[in-house]
């Protein structure tokens, strides 16, 4: 489980340029690697920060869609549940001893909930799904709107430097005289 960093591997030029590794201590880089260490414990730890980040975005996008998403998805779990008891109904019915006229006369209303819980369920499916195609670009936006109203960070070019950037700041022209 606790696996031992190893040292970076220094190349030559390396050594010769710095006298020895480049060590990246930016916060960018903090986290770089953290996927590789990732294991179903820590998984499983973060899951419900996650989950309730994920619904504070959703929350923030678009209330009305959010609670039909979370409506609709509790509703299809237990459709999907109350449909595997009506399955294995129909299948213990059938599976039973005696004539096999009694048997199906006697899974037929196993078979009608089994059918009716079917169609909720994709109606379901079909208000989860529009109620997601809503949600889905405005939970976008509010991620990146609250990921970019941080901190401002301005490009500016040194003179000291030679200028092999391509970006170059706008010129910005004296206004015209007034008359």
């Given at each position: ?9 220094v190349s030559e030029s390396e050594r010769l ?71 294995n109904s129909v299948l213990a019915g059938l ?72 970006w170059t700041p706008p010129r910005r022209e ?6």
């Amino acid at each position: 489980m606790g696996k031992k960093r190893t040292a970076p591997e220094v190349s030559e030029s390396e050594r010769l340029l710095f006298g020895g590794p480049l060590r990246y201590d930016m916060g960018w880089n903090q986290h770089a690697d953290a996927f590789l260490e990732l294991n179903f414990r820590a998984m499983i730890a973060r899951l419900p920060s996650l989950l309730a980040s994920s619904l504070r975005l959703a929350r923030q996008a678009d209330r009305g869609a959010a609670r039909i998403v979370l409506a609709a998805e509790a509703g299809r779990g237990v459709a999907q549940a109350v449909s595997l008891l009506a399955v294995n109904s129909v299948l213990a019915g059938l599976m039973g001893g005696g004539p096999i006229e009694d048997r199906l006369r006697g899974a037929v209303p196993a078979l009608v909930t089994v059918a009716v819980v079917m169609l909720l369920a994709a109606l379901l499916r079909a208000a989860s799904t529009y109620a997601t195609g809503r949600l889905e670009p405005k939970v976008e936006r509010v991620a990146t709107s609250s990921t970019w109203s941080g901190p401002r960070v301005e490009l500016t070019r040194s003179r000291n430097t030679p200028s092999t950037s391509c970006w170059t700041p706008p010129r910005r022209e004296p206004p015209p005289p007034a008359g």
